[in-house]
T-cell receptor
Framework: DTGVSQDPRHKITKRGQNVTFRCDPISEHNRLYWYRQTLGQGPEFLTYFQNEAQLEKSRLLSDRFSAERPKGSFSTLEIQRTEQGDSAMYLC?????????FGPGTRLTVL | GENVEQHPSTLSVQEGDSAVIKCTYSDSASNYFPWYKQELGKRPQLIIDIRSNVGEKKDQRIAVTLNKTAKHFSLHITETQPEDSAVYFCAASPGNNDMRFGAGTRLTVKP
């Protein structure tokens, strides 16, 4: 499968714990995006990388969220001190131009 | 920033009928308008997109129209089939990776 992959697919954690998600983009794509999707809503932009540089961050992204793409390939999204409101589907997408291709997402449940 | 509104939120049609979903956008700089289909528990998948230098694009039973003056674009599905049942999202981007999604339309095609 040469599409975007994400790991884990599901994560259940207790409030206050830290979690980290991984995204592997399509190999030739230099752009990588993170989105959050809650039930009944469209994907909400969180942050964007071009190669290893994080070029944009949504103002919705609190300082508990951090993302990296150290070698310009895979990316990680970390949420520190999780809150129940962080429960959502976290989607990763990659592109080489306009068209973004999504991964299957990581569903986070914070108890 | 860009704001995308999508209507209707739910749509139910009989198999074989046509379905139309409409979106409006606010940023006149937006020049790329994709449509994604998301089945339950699965990733959003691109079904068609249109750029601002084109007014209409068609791919088999799916067509998208764009009215730049009025800042709205629409998805048309003809001869609907039960497998078209899903949530459809429109999106708009000014090409700077700031893609905003509509809230989605849940389409149900009744056999």
């Amino acid at each position: 499968d040469t599409g975007v992959s994400q790991d884990p697919r599901h994560k259940i954690t207790k409030r206050g714990q830290n979690v980290t998600f991984r995204c592997d983009p399509i190999s030739e794509h230099n752009r990588l995006y993170w989105y959050r999707q809650t039930l009944g809503q469209g994907p909400e932009f969180l942050t964007y990388f071009q190669n290893e540089a994080q070029l944009e961050k949504s103002r919705l992204l609190s300082d508990r969220f951090s993302a990296e793409r150290p070698k310009g390939s895979f990316s990680t999204l970390e949420i520190q001190r999780t809150e129940q409101g962080d429960s959502a589907m976290y989607l990763c997408a990659s592109s080489s131009a306009d068209t973004q291709y999504f991964g299957p997402g990581t569903r986070l449940t914070v108890l | 920033g860009e704001n995308v509104e999508q209507h209707p939120s739910t749509l139910s049609v009989q198999e074989g009928d046509s379905a139309v979903i409409k979106c409006t956008y606010s940023d006149s700089a937006s020049n790329y308008f994709p449509w994604y289909k998301q089945e339950l528990g699965k990733r959003p998948q691109l079904i068609i997109d249109i750029r601002s230098n084109v007014g209409e694009k068609k791919d088999q039973r799916i067509a998208v129209t764009l009215n730049k003056t009025a800042k709205h674009f629409s998805l048309h599905i003809t001869e609907t089939q039960p497998e078209d049942s899903a949530v459809y999202f429109c999106a708009a981007s000014p090409g700077n990776n700031d893609m905003r999604f509509g809230a989605g339309t849940r389409l149900t095609v009744k056999p």
